[in-house]
């Protein structure tokens, strides 16, 4: 079993900063790309940013200039600094992780429990 636990979530002003960071832990071999999404009420999930085992990333347009993933492989962990908060950003967040399981096993998708960003004055 692998398990993703987020943390960082919170309130926040406008023009604010948060970090988020999600720990995988559980029967892991390797983890493949790791990536942040969110939903807001109402809306699909999607894409923030993701980072591939060897560090290249993707952002979504609107996190480009504002947000930074990075991650740490020997800590299983994926981390998302979050600056120039808007209240466009508030939504659910959700950590995405490719783990293989075994040598013999492909990437499998796993995910958090999700961590609620609230951008408001």
């Known amino acids: 079993q692998v398990q993703l636990v987020e943390s960082g979530g919170g309130l926040v002003q406008p023009g604010g900063s948060l970090r988020l960071s999600c720990a995988a832990s559980g029967s892991i071999f390797r983890i493949n790309d790791m990536g942040w999404y969110r939903q807001a009420p109402g809306k699909e999930r999607e894409l923030v940013a993701s980072?591939?085992?060897?560090?290249?990333?993707n952002y979504a347009d609107s996190a480009k200039g504002r947000f930074t993933i990075s991650r740490d492989n020997a800590k299983n962990t994926v981390y998302l600094q979050m600056n120039s908060l808007k209240a466009e950003d508030t939504a659910v967040y959700y950590c995405n992780a490719g783990v293989r399981r075994k040598t013999w096993t492909v990437a499998e998708d796993y995910w958090g429990q999700g961590t609620p960003v609230t951008v408001s004055s």
């Open positions: 980072i591939t085992r060897g560090g290249s990333i």
